[in-house]
């Protein structure tokens, strides 16, 4: 199945995806410091890249997209370029787990 995009408009739309400051993150922090905890946005020593650490708490969060990390309860897989979109995914999937294994 051929692309529907051009290189450039394919380019333009992965280039507006946000990494940081989302909305599932803003929301999560403004909560967590109503609720009086301190968070910090980066924490560079933890593996992962965390969205969230609080280092007094012990908590590391990461607040992952249904789509890029297989969420159970909404992932569609993709139409196109199936078996580089499976790889991919499965790669995050497993990255996750590993992360996880690691912080705890």
Known sequence: MADVLTKEQK???MSTIK?????????LRKLL?????ICYITHYKLKGKPNIVSPSN????F????FWHKCTK???????RKIFWK?????????????N????
């Open 74 to 80: 909404c992932f569609t897989p993709p139409e196109t």
């Open 11 to 13: 380019s333009h739309n």
């Open 33 to 37: 410091f109503k609720k009086g905890m």
């Open 87 to 99: 790889n991919k995914i499965n790669g995050n999937v497993n990255r996750d787990k590993k992360i």
């Open 58 to 61: 012990k908590i590391a969060v």
């Open 19 to 27: 990494g940081r400051n989302t909305k599932p993150e803003i929301s």
């Open 63 to 66: 607040i992952d997209g249904c």
């Open 101 to 104: 294994r690691l912080l705890k």
